[in-house]
């Protein structure tokens, strides 16, 4: 699951009649979407954004928190709670007690919750009779019993209980993109959820509904759809989002000054990985501050699996961008194994990373 | 944009390729309620192969689905000529992935699935079952460590693949041996480039 970092903003979630709720949020996703491009409006009052990247790039997640925190008094002089963990579900309830947990204890901390914060009235007295006072004692019923006792909605809240579901069904306003859209003046029609069509087909309406049966099946997130957006390297130009979520470089494939010429890789690593380029001699090859390579790379080695023969390599292109406020400087190299595969690594502070392969 | 037809060709029995697939494929096209199987070393142009026989049911405005590739390359899928506004991703279906493609079966044309551990005799023969009820196009995507337990209608084996290099990667020339069941039996070894240095699939 994805670790996030939620924000919560008590009142933005209550309608006001005279707009100012919406418009108000609008310009909360704005800023917060200057410092990542990837926040996500959930509902009125909540919306997420992954963490990982920003935090690599400020240093922390505390410094990603006291920059989201810092932007959004900047415009509203509105407090807000911020909170991180993984999945959605953890997410919020961490922005409502503002802490962040740490890496691997999401699960601790959503067995610590109290049954009530599943949303479910009728569970949390049932369960108190029970003797069930917390997430995890739910969690550990055995998903027969709940079967047996329980409707399909406390089924589907027990699988959110043990962590196989990132979300709450209902935690996501999936009115929510359209009015953002309406209220940002875009066309509502040619955007609309999943479709972007002028007029919908028969061939729409079952790939929708296909789309619900999956995403019943396998959870919120687990059906996607692409999106592409300008920027120069692949890494950055693509992006899956859940599908029914609100979108926003809705396929602008617009031409990009300095894109990475030739082909892209077909595999684009979402999460890139952390890997070792050696040279002849077994040293680390290291990006030098000009961009060149400190040595010819021979050697590629992935985690848990036997080092990789470079037969050859291309590069690096460096690429020196201004991203947020700090520089961020990054340079590809594409790498021929001597199995005939191709894959494109990253250098960025230090590291080698794998965030293409070309298959 | 291209202009999207997609209630036109719903009905036809045929999702037509363009090159260089036409001349490999029975018919010139992908036959509704078949499978077709993509087999090859992982890393050396089978996802590239598979995505591209997509590429033209999706600029015809059919549906299609990618169940079990973990991380699509967006920008390349796009390069190749597929519609991404037509197509669902199911990454990491884990152990569900069968399951996941019966779902999607009902509801889009062509399905490409790359079951992430070797597929069961049983789960094999339900979807194929399943794709000639419903007149989809089942394309696997294996490898050899995890064959597809059943014959297919139409099978492409990847033998070879060698880069094309200049100042960097430029071209790849893909080796495949075309086989399947009735006119599609033996059709001999043929050489494909894909991705050229524009990201398409072309004939030699």
Known sequence: MERLLALWAEPLSQERSDGSTLRDYLRVLEVVGELCPFVEPIRLGLCTLPLRGPSRFFGGDEAVLAAVRQSVRDLLDLGVCLGVAEGLFCAELAARHEVVVAVGETTVFRRSQPLSALGHKELTTTGRRLGLYTVGDFADLDGARVAERFSATVRVLHRVARGELAELPGQRDIRLAARLRSARGEDVVRNEQMGFFGQRSAGDDR????????????????????????????????????????????????????????????????????????????????????????????????????????????????????????????????????????????????????????? | MAT???????????????????????????????????????????????????????????????????????????????????????PRPRSAWAEAAADLLDGVDLLIVRPPSRAAYGAARKLMNRVRERGTILIALTEPSAPWPLPVDLSFHLTSSRWIMSSRLDARYVTLRVGGRGEAAHRGEHVVIVPDTRGRAVAR
Do not use: N
């Open chain 1, 207 to 359: 790939a929708q509904a296909a789309a619900h049966r999956v995403r019943h099946r396998l959870g919120l997130e687990s059906v996607l759809v692409a999106r592409l957006s300008a920027g120069r390297v692949p890494e950055d130009r693509s992006s899956l989002a859940p599908w029914g979520s609100p979108s926003r470089d809705l396929l602008d494939d617009a031409p990009w000054p300095g894109r990475l010429a030739g082909p892209t890789p077909m595999i684009s690593l979402r999460h890139p990985v952390v890997l070792e380029v050696r040279d002849a001699t077994g040293a680390s090859v290291r990006m030098g501050a000009r961009g060149s390579l400190s040595a010819t790379p021979t050697t590629l080695i992935l985690v848990h699996s036997p080092p990789r023969t470079i037969v050859w390599f291309a590069g690096p292109w460096p690429l020196v961008e201004r991203w947020w406020a700090s520089g961020r400087r990054r340079a590809h190299v594409q790498v021929l194994l001597d199995s005939g595969e191709a894959m494109l690594l990253c250098a960025e502070a230090g590291r080698w990373w794998l965030v293409g392969v070309y298959d």
């Open chain 2, 4 to 90: 999207l037809r997609p209630v036109a060709l719903a009905k036809s029995r045929t999702i037509t390729l363009a090159e260089p697939w036409a001349s490999l494929a029975p018919g010139r096209g992908l036959r509704r309620g078949t499978t077709v199987l993509v087999h090859a070393q992982p890393g050396l142009g089978g996802l590239s192969v598979a995505l591209s026989l997509l590429s033209d049911a999706s600029s015809q405005g059919h549906w299609s689905a990618v169940v079990g590739v973990d991380d699509p390359g967006v920008v390349a899928m796009s390069d190749l000529g597929v519609d991404l506004r037509r197509v669902l991703f199911v």
